[in-house]
């Protein structure tokens, strides 16, 4: 079965622009989450999306949004990029039910200058 | 204070040893614990996922819940230099993996040299 898939793998954008990144769930899999993990703060919870809508949100500015397809892919868009937002952004996908485990992809590494 | 804390290491053992990797938490609402694993360029892998206190094996790995002390564990037996890599611990609320938030502690650096 394939893993969670994100592209690109590599981002380098300046500040101001906007930026889409994308990520394909584990066949199956119904919910995506999104986290951005950085050296000093670590993994952050951004937000989570299941059946198209979002269920949970994090603690991040409005410039951070996300949607999700009818086939469950789901796209997370950063606009009005900053310096601060320089950062390994992971998408997780799982059952998004009984507490089903989370699986991670590989991350798509965004470098804003 | 963090509701989780992670000692970041780095954490150099020879290759055989056993590995004692350690989180505590604040919040006695976690009652979801996973292991996952993370190598350079990589997303984190899952490892160990528990819910009841007590131990769970699987493989050279094994998994420690102590809600009571709001403690958990991950060792690693005959660790191996493929093991480097960054450990992290991540827990939930109940239903709360079911809506994608982990709450993650720093990760610890291991490496594990022949």
Redesign the interface.
Known sequence: KAGVTQTPRYLIKTRGQQVTLSCSPISGHRSVSWYQQTPGQGLQFLFEYFSETQRNKGNFPGRFSGRQFSNSRSEMNVSTLELGDSALYLCASSHGQNNSPLHFGNGTRLTVT | QKEVEQDPGPLSVPEGAIVSLNCTYSNSAFQ?F?W?RQYS??????LM?T?SSGNKEDGRFTAQVDKSSKYISLFIRDSQPSDSATY?C?M?P??????????????TILTVHP
């Open positions: 979801y996973m996952y360029r990589k997303g984190p892998e899952l996922y819910y992290l991540a939930s109940a239903g709360g993996t079911s809506y994608g938030k982990l709450t993650f502690g720093q990760g």
